[in-house]
């Protein structure tokens, strides 16, 4: 398994949800009379609230985050892929409370905060020790991680925070759930470690809590309506000082399905295996069926995800090493032969109608900018071979050779050292007093110079927004970047909807009927 390489004495940490039984209550594995005691143990018994934070980080929340943007569309292919019309909602902003994805990433969310509550149960019936305090901290800052993920999408939401507590938990303001956050976060500062290397890896330290008050400060604003930039800098200077991270030297390998603890970008990343701690599938999703051979997969690629033209024009750069994770236009194998597809004539195009229509095509597969419509109401954009190749493609996670199936190894982070770069640039932008003899566009280019981009000569809001694309494609980002640019009413695709309400969406209607003081979000 991919985890036990990196952390061979804990083998097994995080897998408790693939590598165990399934039909034994973790309680009834669990209990205060036995376990835990030593730093092993208390990290095993945390295993799964990482467990659920791995679970729909790359499915659900990413759909969230990203399909609600411009920078991806997840059309119908071939009469697939409609699934009620979920991914179209998501592209044309309107989505309502029954919406699956909606539904399912309030649920990821929600119920790994129910089971960093548990562990933490666990661990107040345990002896106390400096193991159980850390241990501790570190379930508490992911539990305040995914709060803000839930405060970030949903607005006023719960703040449940006690394991068993049969009363429903009542709704909090963004405001106070900001506030809760804030204040939670700086209390397990001090009882977090600083370690960064495969011991520490998967779990938050104390980097992992200077960035995420830096990412909760740099969008106060739209939360709180109060701006914090010199905040953001004060954090993200946390992490800079420390030396403990640095660029990568090599952007694309930081995505390859064996990266891991020696990424020196990682603050905080979720260890993904393609047997044993299943999830990505970003591949499976965004690649073309003829790309199996040339990537020496064994599974069919499914490839109903692209881009649209407006987000990928932002890659211009063809020395930025960026622009090349993209697949655009005629596509050759690792050798320059042509990557061809036996079809027809009406296979390649349905709408050709000669009375040659099964006349023998050899096709070479080429993705096409636009991701034009045939059938509005069905968001299909065919099922011939022009039709399946619309659409640019990110390979920024590279192929797992390796997987048997969807899933693959390569590991997602969730905070990186380049965006407390791009954070702290943007703070300085701002308003925010730059520090340490930087300024915004001075970061920005320290950025742009490790990608091989052409240094900059300027730097406003339009290029900072624009460089957070370049930069941090494929990893949940987009929507709130969107949101506080003033971005997300624009036009994109097919979306022309304008209305500000959508900056967060629905409370889902199954969590309503469970507990009806919940109050609905305005414009649903």
């Known amino acids: 398994m991919k985890l036990s390489k990196y952390i061979t004495r804990l083998a097994g940490i995080l897998l408790l949800g693939a590598c165990t039984k399934t039909d034994v209550p973790v309680e009834n594995q669990l209990t205060p009379a036995t376990f835990p005691t030593t730093d092993e143990q208390f990290i095993l018994a945390a295993g799964p609230a990482y467990v659920g934070f791995r679970g729909s980080y790359c499915l659900a929340y990413w759909q969230s985050q990203t399909l609600s943007t411009d920078e991806a569309i997840l059309p119908s292919r071939a009469g697939g892929w409609y699934d009620g019309g979920r991914y179209q909602q998501m592209h044309y902003h309107s989505w309502t409370p029954d919406n699956p994805i909606v539904g399912d990433t309030w649920t990821w969310g929600f119920s790994t905060i129910s089971t960093c509550n548990q562990v933490l149960a666990l661990f107040a019936s345990s002896k106390d020790s400096p193991a159980r305090t850390r241990a501790a901290a570190e379930i508490r800052t992911l539990r305040a991680l995914l709060f803000y993920f839930m405060m970030d999408a949903y607005g006023n939401i719960p703040v449940p925070t006690t394991f068993g507590d049969t009363a429903k938990p009542v709704q909090k303001t963004r405001s106070e759930v900001f506030n809760f956050i804030e204040s939670e976060v700086k209390s397990v500062l001090p009882l977090l470690g600083a370690a960064t290397d495969a011991t520490q890896y998967g779990r938050p330290n104390a980097y992992t809590a200077y960035a995420l008050l830096a990412r909760l400060y740099l969008n106060a604003e739209v939360y709180t309506g109060k701006p914090r930039y010199k905040d953001v800098v004060t954090y993200c200077d946390s992490v800079i000082r420390s030396g403990k991270y640095s660029l990568a030297t090599d952007y694309a390998k930081m995505f390859y399905p064996d990266n891991g603890p020696q990424m020196t970008e990682f603050i905080l990343a979720i260890p993904y295996d393609h047997a044993s701690a299943q999830g990505e599938q970003f591949n499976w999703y965004s690649l073309h069926p003829a790309l199996q051979k040339k990537y020496g997969l064994s599974y069919r690629l499914s490839n109903p995800v692209s881009t649209i033209p407006s987000y990928y024009a932002q890659f211009s750069d063809s020395a930025d090493v960026r622009t090349t994770l993209w697949l655009t236009g005629k596509q050759y194998d690792f050798s320059g032969n042509p990557i061809v597809i036996n079809t027809t004539k009406v296979g390649l195009d349905n709408t050709y109608t000669g009375s040659d229509a099964g006349t023998p095509v050899d096709y070479q597969l080429t993705f096409t900018p636009d991701v034009t419509l045939r059938d509005v109401d069905k968001f299909e954009v065919g099922g011939d071979e022009l039709g399946k190749a619309k659409g640019i493609r990110n390979i920024k996670y590279y192929p797992d050779v390796t997987a048997t199936d969807r899933n693959q190894s390569n590991d997602v982070p969730v905070f ?55 930069e941090l494609n494929w990893e949940n980002t987009r929507r709130i970047d969107l949101i506080r640019f003033g971005k997300f009413e624009g036009s994109w695709g097919y979306k022309t909807d304008a209305d500000p309400n959508k900056r967060i969406f629905p409370i889902p209607s199954g969590e309503r009927v469970l507990n009806p003081g919940l109050i609905q979000n305005p414009g649903y």
């Open 416 to 470: 990186r050292y380049a965006d407390i770069l791009l954070m702290k640039a943007e703070a300085i932008l701002r308003g925010a007093t730059p520090t340490d003899n930087t300024t915004a566009l001075s970061i920005v280019n320290q950025l742009r110079t490790a990608r091989k981009a052409t240094p900059l000569a300027t730097l406003d809001l339009d290029a900072m927004l624009k460089e957070r694309a370049l």
